[in-house]
């Protein structure tokens, strides 16, 4: 183990561009696939819908952080595990599924004021949280490929922990916190506004 990590804090890299690439089209396969299934699904659009709407001056800074931090982590722990490589585009399509499944389920719910529903109750989330987890994701990818080649005697260069990435984490985590905050004051507000035009 200590053999394996001092390999990964050794190699040079990053991120890799191949790596980002698949945890977008993983996003965008998934929110693909949540659209269709909201648009031609039953009644479980209502549901998605609520789930998506929070209660002006409701949102508390618990639900936000949970928002912002709950895929960018788990998209960083799974960087950590061989199985981050299946994982890794798993948990990218996933959010992109829920996300767009959500959306659409507003647009069929209130027609074309959904969509600027869809809009101010995902607007921070998209602008902070998304953009940090396909980052946190491709890194995981990078890193759980390595880990994998380490662990059956090959090498492979593009490490993710380098004093580089852990800087970027760093700013990603500070980012996310910033989020938390205009989600937790913004969102409800920009929410009850788009609301307003279907009351």
Same mark, same amino acid.
């Given at each position: 183990m200590k053999k394996l990590f001092a390999r990964l804090l050794a190699s040079q890299g990053g991120v890799t561009r191949g790596a980002m690439k698949i945890m977008l089209i993983s996003f965008l396969i998934g929110a693909v696939v949540g659209g269709i299934f909201a648009a031609y699904g039953g009644e479980a659009e209502e549901l998605a819908a609520k789930s998506l709407l929070p209660e002006a001056g409701r949102l508390t800074a618990f639900d936000s952080a949970l928002t912002m931090f709950r895929y960018?982590? &788990?998209?960083?722990?799974?960087?950590?595990?061989?199985? $981050?490589?299946?994982?890794?585009?798993? &948990?990218?399509?996933?959010?992109?599924?829920?996300?767009?499944?959500?959306?659409?389920?507003?647009?069929?719910?209130? $027609?074309?004021? $959904?969509? $600027?529903?869809?809009?101010?109750?995902?607007?921070?989330?998209?602008?902070?949280? &998304?953009p940090c987890l396909i980052y946190l994701a491709a890194g995981g990818f990078t890193t759980s490929s390595l880990i994998a080649a380490c662990l059956g005697g090959r090498t492979k260069s593009g490490a993710m922990l380098t004093k580089g990435y852990v800087v970027r984490v760093l700013l990603t985590v500070a980012i996310l916190t910033l989020g938390v905050v205009a989600e937790t004051y913004l969102t409800p507000i920009l929410t009850s506004f788009a609301t307003g035009s279907i009351r």
């Amino acid at each position: 183990m200590k053999k394996l990590f001092a390999r990964l804090l050794a190699s040079q890299g990053g991120v890799t561009r191949g790596a980002m690439k698949i945890m977008l089209i993983s996003f965008l396969i998934g929110a693909v696939v949540g659209g269709i299934f909201a648009a031609y699904g039953g009644e479980a659009e209502e549901l998605a819908a609520k789930s998506l709407l929070p209660e002006a001056g409701r949102l508390t800074a618990f639900d936000s952080a949970l928002t912002m931090f709950r895929y960018p982590l &788990i998209a960083l722990l799974c960087g950590f595990a061989v199985f $981050g490589v299946v994982a890794e585009p798993l &948990i990218c399509a996933a959010r992109g599924f829920f996300l767009c499944f959500a959306a659409t389920a507003l647009m069929r719910l209130y $027609g074309a004021a $959904g969509l $600027g529903i869809a809009a101010a109750a995902s607007a921070v989330e998209c602008v902070v949280s &998304i953009p940090c987890l396909i980052y946190l994701a491709a890194g995981g990818f990078t890193t759980s490929s390595l880990i994998a080649a380490c662990l059956g005697g090959r090498t492979k260069s593009g490490a993710m922990l380098t004093k580089g990435y852990v800087v970027r984490v760093l700013l990603t985590v500070a980012i996310l916190t910033l989020g938390v905050v205009a989600e937790t004051y913004l969102t409800p507000i920009l929410t009850s506004f788009a609301t307003g035009s279907i009351r």
